[in-house]
């Protein structure tokens, strides 16, 4: 096994997790729906969960516009994803106003098209499947599930997220 990241901490069997170098801002940017992810407190009772990222003022990294429709009313939060590593866009930091400090936002996986992402983070306590389209094909779903298990993600916390009746 190849190691970018320390692999004394993997379980046995476990892939390093690791990130997708076909990742690029130019087709990172522009809306994504939420198909999957793992419950948090701040997305307890979403429906409708979108994603939207736009180059932020003054170059200082990319706008997050996540929005959701929380027990029927429009609800959403507005954070920064900054690139630390220049050459590595596939390992961004996300702040949000609410949060002490910014959250590692890692893409697992990247379409070749961008037509879908696996987006992680290294303490495998976060973990979302999204999509251009509010609906994904089920084989690349399972594919994308497969990845995220081959990396010791607990899969089993994944949630489909209620993209029906959505305005």
Same mark, same amino acid.
């Given at each position: 096994? @190849?190691?970018?990241?320390?692999?004394?901490?993997?379980?046995? *069997?476990? =892939?390093?997790?690791?990130?997708?170098?076909?990742?690029? &801002?130019?087709?990172?940017?522009? &809306?994504?729906?939420?198909?999957?992810?793992?419950? &948090? #407190?701040?997305?307890?009772?979403?429906?409708?969960?979108?994603?939207?990222?736009? &180059?932020?003022?003054? %170059?200082?990294?990319?706008?997050?516009?996540?929005?959701?429709?929380?027990? *029927? +009313?429009?609800? *959403? @939060? /507005? *954070?920064?994803?900054?690139?630390?590593?220049?050459?590595? #866009?596939?390992?961004?930091?996300? /702040? #949000?106003?609410?949060?002490?400090? +910014? %959250?590692?936002?890692? @893409?697992?996986?990247?379409? !070749?098209?961008?037509?879908?992402?696996?987006? %992680?983070?290294?303490?495998?306590?976060?973990?979302? @499947?999204?999509?251009?389209?509010?609906? =994904?094909?089920?084989?690349?779903? $399972?594919?994308?599930?497969?990845? +995220?298990?081959?990396?010791? #993600? $607990?899969? !089993?916390?994944?949630?489909?997220?209620?993209?029906?009746?959505?305005?």
């Amino acid at each position: 096994m @190849i190691c970018l990241t320390s692999c004394d901490d993997e379980p046995t *069997g476990c =892939l390093a997790v690791t990130t997708d170098s076909d990742a690029n &801002l130019t087709q990172f940017l522009g &809306l994504w729906y939420e198909i999957a992810s793992f419950p &948090l #407190f701040f997305n307890a009772g979403c429906s409708c969960t979108t994603a939207e990222y736009t &180059l932020a003022p003054n %170059g200082a990294g990319v706008t997050v516009n996540n929005n959701c429709q929380l027990f *029927g +009313a429009p609800n *959403g @939060i /507005q *954070g920064i994803a900054t690139q630390p590593d220049p050459n590595d #866009f596939s390992k961004l930091k996300v /702040q #949000f106003p609410t949060s002490p400090s +910014a %959250g590692d936002y890692w @893409i697992l996986e990247f379409a !070749s098209d961008a037509s879908y992402m696996l987006v %992680g983070n290294p303490a495998k306590d976060n973990l979302y @499947i999204l999509s251009r389209t509010s609906t =994904l094909d089920q084989t690349i779903y $399972d594919d994308l599930v497969k990845i +995220a298990e081959d990396m010791c #993600f $607990d899969v !089993s916390n994944l949630q489909l997220t209620d993209q029906s009746n959505c305005n």
